[in-house]
């Protein structure tokens, strides 16, 4: 069965440091996400990405994130200046779109530790 | 109003007993309830899924029970198996042609003991 990667499966970062993490999303799926999970809390939604742009971000993803496909296969989420609070397990999904709600498939997270 | 609300925080049942799970939203404009399973680090699989227009879905030993009027919807699983031990997600969705972010729930850690 198609599945999710993402890699590293952890990075440990200096505060202040950039961070890019990977994705490859299933082949044919069209719409892209990114999640973050703290450490014991809930799965909460950061981005969302469809024809090469941002179709929704929530108030967590500030400007100090982007997300770009810079291929037709990786899909990537930049911390451009790390703080504390971004440790956090976080999730790449994607879905196939089209009409009615599409499942998303989760890959299994990087495990991002900012020191 | 894009919360939902996950009970218990976590549960114990023995081995061949049910399990049940309650969620509780309150935007009416959510059309899709998936609910995840997610086993330590992993990430979270989709278990079921159910949309409001059916009052219940059965795949195998899980259901789901859907109630419109009260915005509730639970997790059942029927002959609980150590396996099953995982953390469960509830969530929900608004259908957008693809474009469906998922509000999660808090999580229930589920232990089957034998």
């Known amino acids: 069965e198609p599945e999710v990667t993402q890699t590293p499966s952890h990075q440990v970062t200096q505060m202040g440091q950039e961070v890019i993490l990977r994705c490859v999303p299933i082949?044919?799926?069209?719409?892209f996400y990114w999640y973050r999970q703290i450490l014991g809390q809930k799965v909460e939604f950061l981005v969302s990405?469809?024809?090469?742009?941002?179709?929704?971000k929530s108030e967590i993803f500030d400007d100090q994130f982007s997300v770009e496909r810079p291929d037709g296969s990786n899909f990537t989420l930049k911390i451009r200046s790390t703080k504390l609070e971004d440790s956090a397990m976080y999730f790449c999904?994607?879905?196939?779109?089209?009409?009615?709600?599409?499942?998303?498939?989760f890959g299994d997270g990087t495990r991002l530790s900012i020191l | 109003q894009q919360q939902v609300k996950q009970s218990p925080q976590s549960l114990i049942v023995q081995k061949g007993g049910i399990s049940i799970i309650n969620c509780a939203y309150e935007n009416t404009a959510f059309d899709y309830f998936p609910w995840y399973q997610q086993f330590p680090g992993k990430g979270p699989a989709l278990l079921i899924a159910i949309r409001p227009d059916v009052s219940e879905k059965k795949e195998g030993r899980f259901t789901i029970s859907f109630n419109k009027s009260a915005k509730q919807f639970s997790l059942h699983i029927m002959d609980s198996q150590p396996g099953d031990s995982a953390t469960y997600f509830c969530a929900a969705s608004i259908g957008n042609f693809g474009n469906e972010k998922l509000t999660f729930g808090t999580g229930t850690r589920l232990t089957i003991i034998p």
């Open positions: 999904a994607s879905s196939g779109g089209g009409s009615g709600n599409q499942p998303q498939h």
């Open positions: 990405f469809y024809n090469n742009e941002i179709s929704e």
């Open positions: 082949s044919n799926h069209l719409y």
